[in-house]
């Protein structure tokens, strides 16, 4: 039973890096207040390139490439915010296509942590998140973190309130998955 979750997590969240388009997702431009506008820095000509040429990389499955774009990207230490998020997104990317659920987790975090996506693509990091925690049994983790989704997504699927259900499970506490 757990493979098929992880195959249906992969899943996802190819998925979402698909609708991604290279930079970043967008399947909730709709959702008005539902999550809280903050400005964004834009992210340069320089840090753009590197990116396109990331998921070109991943787009071919040449990941040792992406890796080494991304790499050069990490070292440049004047990055903004805006850079730092979609940099850290594209590693996640990168890690979830080759199974590297740990290191997907990690950068995710970073992504999030940079503050520099807009609200729905940081809803769809999140989302992504909270699935790569059920797939690593971290329960904890991935209630959190779909919490935090549930707060401002506007119109959560049953997939998602199952996802949830299994991080309760994990944790041992079934009354709560119900």
Known sequence: ????????????????????????????DDLGSAVEKRPLESARPWAYKRIDRAYEDLKAEHYDLMLETLDEMRRNTKLN??????????????????????????AMEECLAAEGLDESATLQMRYNLAQIYVLLERPDEAIREFERWFASAPNPSGAAYYMH???????GSKDDAL
């Open 1 to 28: 039973m757990m493979r098929s979750i992880r195959v249906g997590i992969v899943m996802l969240v190819a998925l979402a890096a698909a609708v991604a388009g290279g930079v970043e997702s967008g399947p909730h």
């Open 81 to 106: 915010a805006r850079e730092r998020a979609l940099m850290w997104q594209a590693y996640a990317y990168a890690y979830t296509s080759q199974d590297k659920y740990t290191e997907a987790a990690a």
């Open 165 to 171: 259900a299994m991080a309760h499970v994990q944790k």
